[in-house]
């Protein structure tokens, strides 16, 4: 009963931002994105002004926030959409459209307000609405424009002198895409409905213990786990002594129960024996924790914010770390890579673009539990290629298949529904298959 109340409380919670929380700010209907962490001290740039992000701190998320100028200098103000607002934009749409613009000259004489004049405006204290509509009023050909023509004016204007910031919850989807618009190449071009296949390939479902090659920052480990919901587990093993970044995870603001979910395991000790030198295992142990802390190609958001805690008393600093949230990526424990040893992954998802996919495919696929699935993406088509005929010629897998995701958006508003003009026409590769049983030759060599 106190689980299902705890569970409770946190979806509720995760519905409202708190200090230290990642939020995504949508600015002026996807023109720009940004990823920042709500502080006392955190700002956004919008324009050549700074905005304090003070304000968004316990507003729910969906919340709209448009740019004023306030007592102590430029702020984002909550707006609140009320029904009379809601009526006069359905009374627009209904409107019978019974003009066009044919007879409409674009020679830049229609607006009789001057750049002085907008700067006079500012100075006396005029707000970005109050702007816009001083732009309508004074637009000699705004009348005659089509209702359609109207609400682009209108909205262009908006964008200008009365930009908007959508507060998003940070999830697979919107991570995702963010970083498909602005840093493809961190994620290896990875894109939405790619990552989505992934996960469905892989049979990623709750109560899975899931093995993960994560060479994207952690976008994929994190899309497992929120898939998973607290359930099973998620290891993200590597080669060598340095894990593989996950900086993304902590964007998709996990609690303590995920968190300790997500672990990391190096390919030299899950290969190990379980009967092997305890030595050995130990030194393993203590190089990972070692290297834990220098994780290479990082990704950071824009916004940071860091509370040293030097001058404090011993005291203080041991209750800090008892209280300290728990972090994604820690060692898994003993009893867990026991457990996997003999038991095996029930699923297996590589993303490693910088790596050839058949070297790590017979190094990891032996892991997986007999009949499991697993899948391999790839930017490129060729090493998916090799690592197929060679998963054939060892017997190790069957049902294989190369797919090419495609994906296009629709325009969906009243009489202008249609397909985008610009769509992204790559997605990458998948490999997937499902692990069978291979005898292994007897010692005289015989089949």
Same mark, same amino acid.
């Given at each position: 009963m106190s689980s299902i109340k705890h569970e409770e409380s946190w979806n509720e919670k995760r519905r409202m931002t708190w200090e230290g929380c990642s939020v995504l700010l949508d600015i002026n209907d996807g023109d720009r994105l940004v990823f920042s962490r709500l502080t006392a001290g955190s700002i956004?740039?919008?324009?050549?002004? #700074?905005y304090p992000l003070q304000p968004l701190i316990?507003? %729910?998320?969906?919340?709209?926030?448009?740019?004023?100028?306030?007592i102590n200098g430029p702020c984002l103000s909550r707006l609140v959409s009320t029904p009379q607002? #809601?009526?006069?934009?359905?009374?627009?749409?209904?409107?019978?459209?019974l003009r066009d613009n044919?007879?409409?000259?674009?020679?830049?004489?229609?607006?009789?307000?001057?750049?002085?004049?907008?700067?006079?405006?500012?100075?006396?204290g005029a707000s970005?609405?109050?702007?816009?509509?001083?732009?309508?009023?004074?637009?000699a050909t705004f009348e005659n424009?089509?209702?359609?023509?109207q609400e682009k004016y209108r909205l262009k204007k908006q964008k200008k002198y009365a930009p908007k910031v959508l507060l998003r919850r940070p999830f697979a989807r919107s991570i995702c895409d963010t970083y498909f618009k602005?840093? %493809?190449?961190?994620?290896?071009?990875?894109?939405?409905?790619?990552?989505?296949?992934?996960?469905?390939f892989a049979n990623v479902t709750a109560h899975s213990d899931v093995l993960v090659v994560d060479m994207i920052g952690g976008l994929l480990a994190g899309a497992v786990a929120e898939r998973l919901g607290g359930s099973g587990y998620v290891c993200n093993t590597y080669r060598g002594d340095s894990p593989s970044s996950l900086e993304i995870v902590r964007l998709f603001n996990f609690g303590d129960e995920i968190n300790t979910r997500i672990v990391r395991l190096p390919l030299a000790e899950l290969s190990a024996s379980q009967n092997g030198d305890s030595k050995e295992s130990d030194l393993l142990h203590a190089a990972s924790n070692d290297n834990s802390n220098n994780p290479s190609n990082s990704v950071s958001m824009e916004e940071t914010t860091v509370s040293p805690e030097d001058g404090k008393p011993d005291a203080e600093k041991n209750v800090s770390k008892i209280n300290k949230t728990a972090k994604p990526g820690e060692k898994a424990s003993q009893d867990?890579?026991?457990?996997?040893?003999? #038991?095996?992954?029930?699923?297996?998802?590589?993303?490693? %673009?910088?790596?050839?996919?058949?070297s790590i495919v017979k190094e990891v696929l032996p892991f997986l539990s007999y009949s499991a699935s697993f899948v391999i993406y790839h930017q490129y088509l060729q090493p998916l290629a090799t690592c197929m005929h060679n998963l054939q010629v060892e017997k190790m897998a069957i049902g294989l298949q190369i797919t090419e995701p495609w994906l296009r958006e629709y325009q969906v508003l009243p009489s202008r529904t249609h397909p985008h003009m610009q769509v992204s026409a790559f997605g990458g590769y998948m490999l997937s298959g499902t692990k069978i049983y291979k005898d292994q030759p007897n010692k005289c060599g015989g089949p």
């Open positions: 956004v740039k919008i324009g050549n002004k #700074n316990g507003c %729910p998320f969906g919340s709209v926030f448009q740019v004023q100028n306030g607002a #809601n009526n006069t934009e359905d009374k627009r749409e209904c409107k019978d459209e044919r007879a409409l000259i674009d020679n830049n004489t229609a607006q009789t307000l001057t750049g002085e004049d907008i700067e006079g405006l500012r100075r006396q970005g609405n109050e702007i816009v509509e001083a732009l309508i009023a004074n637009s424009k089509t209702v359609f023509s602005k840093y %493809p190449s961190r994620i290896g071009f990875l894109r939405v409905d790619t990552l989505s296949l992934l996960l469905s867990a890579i026991k457990l996997w040893k003999e #038991n095996g992954f029930s699923s297996l998802i590589i993303a490693a %673009p910088d790596v050839d996919a058949w």
